[in-house]
């Protein structure tokens, strides 16, 4: 029995004992994680730090700090904020309990939560008058990773109610519903992963027929910084349905995406894209499905970096004859490598699936100098598109009502077909377009200085500058 006695004391002592240097290692830590984060906001030129420190204590601390955050003029938050309140800045003054781990119940194991719920501003509650009276506009928690990682999670409130204009007539109808975002920090890895979304937002003006709403807006991204301005990896935005109505006009988009891929071969960057539509309904036409993919490929990092930096210091104010003599030389240096731009794909259905496409690959193969007369000769290009001849005809059909919408359906179709032989005509006469089948063909490939389209020389391509108004003669 005393020995038991002996055995459990032990135990115990051990456990406190592993408690407690748990808890001060874990409280060590997170005051040098705090440490941190004061001098990089110190370094923020938008940032003010009076206070960010953290006090510790055995099974968790408090994070006090005093921030302002001061948007500079030429940030579009600047604006927004001073639109809101008599000073365009935004204060964070307090502090937050914090949480030690290991165990941090729903969010698992970590080292340290914390949760902070941001209030409405009471400048903005008579712009919301349904909103409800306590509770918080945005709530974040923040982890603390045992791996080094944190991970950020923001989760914005749900309101159904008016929005109104102090001092205006007449008020909107607000719906805002599914609206967070996570994200995580690898600071090791420089790894940065974010997912979030807007469930459903809607504006609906009831004294008119004015409403606008999109359904599912979603963002994700994994990318690692390779540098400044240099990110790679994979980024993703989504649309669910965009719709916009009014008595003048309507506009509808569905299942809309945008993704990028980005790479780096040596010291080159390589850079893809893809945006794809589900539909679009404009007041006049009906399109199907579409697709646009092209790529940004031997950029060269060192000078893309450089320019973008000398871009970030424009100043408006600035004589551009003066600013472009610094960007030049940046950009000849870009130019040096060759970059290589290509639209891989562009699909539309006007009449039927992906009955439109086309293709172009630019590419330059100077030393650099952007010289105006030996430029025309340092290009190669090669575009190339189709459409089947019921996809023109809907062009065509388009156009017509975008032109003339006072008309009449019969009227359109009257004026339709007067003029679709002719155009067509007129597009054959021309040493680039060729009918095969049932498809217009178009080409154009510029290389050497020579123009050709479907293996038969044109012209020049001085002679095709002048042609469209570039020349320099």
């Known amino acids: 029995m005393k020995r038991a006695l002996i055995s459990t004391a032990i135990a115990a002592a051990a456990t406190v004992g592993l408690y407690t240097g748990t808890q001060y290692y874990i409280g060590t830590r997170i005051s040098a994680q705090v440490d941190a984060w004061r001098q990089q906001a110190a370094a923020h030129e938008e940032l003010w ?46 502090s937050l309990p914090v949480e030690h781990g290991p165990w941090l119940g729903r969010d698992g194991l970590g080292q340290a939560r914390l949760e902070y719920r941001l209030p409405l501003p009471d400048t903005a509650r008579e ?31 749900d309101y159904r109610g008016h929005l109104a204009h102090p001092g205006a ?31 459903k937002f809607a504006l609906d ?44 006009a309507r506009f509808g988009l569905q299942d809309a995406l945008i993704s990028t891929h980005t790479t780096q071969e040596q010291q080159h960057l390589n850079s893809h894209t893809e945006i794809a539509l589900g539909g679009v309904s404009l007041p006049a036409q009906q399109l199907g499905p579409s697709r646009l993919r092209f790529a940004l490929n031997r950029l060269e990092t060192a000078p893309y970096q450089a320019l973008l930096q000398r871009l970030e210091q424009l100043d408006p104010n600035q004589d551009p004859d003066a600013q472009w003599q610094h960007i030049q030389p940046l950009l000849e240096q870009l130019l040096a490598y060759q970059p290589e731009l290509g639209i891989e794909e562009l699909s539309l259905s006007l009449a039927d699936p992906y009955d439109t496409t086309a293709s172009a690959i630019l590419r330059y193969t100077g030393t650099g100098k952007l010289d105006s007369e030996q430029l025309p000769r340092q290009l190669q290009l090669a575009a190339r598109a189709q459409a089947s001849d019921a996809a023109f005809q809907q062009f065509l059909s388009f156009m017509i009502a975008e032109e003339s919408p006072g008309l009449s359906a019969q009227e359109q179709q009257q004026i339709l077909a007067a003029s679709s032989t002719q155009m067509k005509e007129l597009l054959l006469q021309t040493p680039f377009v060729v009918q095969q089948d049932e498809r217009l063909q178009a080409e ?19 002679q095709l500058l002048e042609a469209s108004g570039l020349g320099t003669g």
């Open 49 to 94: 730090v009076a206070r960010l420190d953290y006090e510790q204590g055995l099974s968790g601390g408090a994070l006090h700090y005093d921030l302002t955050y001061r948007p500079l003029p030429t940030n579009p938050l600047h604006e927004l904020l001073a639109e809101w309140q008599p000073t365009a800045e935004l204060r964070l003054q307090g």
């Open 127 to 157: 712009w919301l008058p349904d909103y409800p009276e306590q509770a918080p506009m945005l709530t974040l928690t923040g982890v603390q990773q045992w791996d080094g990682s944190s991970s950020l999670r923001l989760q914005l409130i």
């Open 169 to 199: 007539d007449g008020q909107l109808d607000l719906a805002l519903a599914d609206s967070h975002l996570n994200a995580r920090w690898h600071p090791q890895r420089q790894r940065l992963q974010l997912q979030g979304q807007i469930g």
């Open 205 to 248: 003006l009831p004294a008119s027929t004015e409403r606008f709403s999109l359904q599912q807006l979603s963002l994700t991204l994994d990318a690692t910084a390779a540098g400044r301005y240099l990110w790679l990896g994979d980024s993703a935005l989504t649309l669910q349905q965009l719709r916009f109505s009014s008595q003048k």
């Open 444 to 462: 154009i490939v510029v290389e050497n200085g020579e123009v050709s389209a479907h293996g038969q020389a044109v012209m020049s391509t001085e």
